[in-house]
């Protein structure tokens, strides 16, 4: 062993550190907050938020100590994305108080979300500019945004309960592709119903989406099945939003879903293929 520990070392020193990585990493911190790291850049989806109200698990308190101690693996975040404004995905305060420890990360964010740190923030400018907000409208065109390696495309997906509720809420399936390399896809609440995401299916093409994390209800329905597998064609999907109270249909199934603070997948970066993935049956 000794022997072949400088062989290691040195090829360890010799791998590129960001853009030629072969995989990604998503760690699961709760309901529908993922950490995801690909080489030297590292995101995280929904991860302040004010109350899993007693349904949905909460970051537990390790976790988020080290989130606010910036410490491994929460060290050197570079964006962070909300899905939408709801208490279960969003606390304002909050990511207000991480972008003054955070000085560096930046918060991609629907409009909505970006108004209340913006009266927090009232004229603190190094805040203000890191905000990436998204103005987007029901059924209207995806928009793209670009910081540093990070590359964002968000369009408004109505929230579920459409057509009669939360029609208020924008609600971002964000698409993010890091150091040109893995694409990830978050869908926040994302109503389930294939008319929403075929007026956008130029845009779904012109990426390959290598995993998704949608709510796990997509799993449970059919046209939620199909707009995974065939309107969105993921190459793989992990549920997120499960109940603290594991769905006996979800838990006796074989698709793939996080439910534990922690527990990790890795993403590998296949060429794109016509093969539409396996979101487990
Ligand atoms: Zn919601
Ligand atoms: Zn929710």
Do not use: C
């Not at 520990?5 to 010799?14: E, K």
């Amino acid at each position: 062993m000794k022997k072949i520990a400088p062989l290691i070392a040195t090829l360890l020193l010799a791998t590129p550190a960001s853009a030629h990585e072969t995989h990604a990493d998503a760690t699961y911190m709760a309901n529908e907050a993922v950490l995801v790291v690909q080489g030297d850049l590292k995101i995280m989806f929904d991860p302040f938020y004010q109350s899993g109200f007693g349904t949905y698990p909460e970051v537990p308190d390790d976790m988020m100590k080290k989130v606010m101690a910036q410490s491994a693996p929460f060290d050197g975040i570079d964006g962070i994305f909300v899905s939408h404004v709801h208490g279960d995905h969003f606390d304002g305060p909050q990511i207000y108080d991480y972008m003054q420890i955070n000085r560096d990360v930046h918060v991609f964010l629907p409009e909505q979300g970006a108004n209340y740190i913006r009266e927090l923030a009232r004229d603190d400018d190094q805040i203000l500019k890191r905000l990436v907000s998204f103005k987007l409208t029901e059924g209207g065109a995806p928009q793209k945004q670009m910081r540093g390696d990070i590359e964002a495309d968000a369009v408004r997906i109505p929230h579920s309960g459409w057509p009669t509720g939360r029609r208020d809420i924008n609600n971002i399936v964000f698409r993010v592709t890091l150091n040109d390399g893995v694409t990830v896809m978050h869908m926040g609440d994302a109503d389930i119903n294939d008319q929403h995401y075929a007026p956008h299916e130029e845009h779904w093409r012109a990426k390959h989406t290598h995993q998704a994390f949608p709510p796990y209800w997509y799993f449970g329905n059919e046209e939620g099945r199909s707009i995974l597998t065939q309107r969105l064609k993921v190459g793989h999907a992990t549920g997120i939003h499960v109940p603290i109270k594991l769905p006996r249909k979800l838990a006796v199934s074989d698709y793939d879903y996080f439910s534990k603070p922690g527990e990790s997948r890795v993403i590998y970066l296949p060429e794109p293929t016509d093969d539409i993935g396996d979101i487990g049956q």
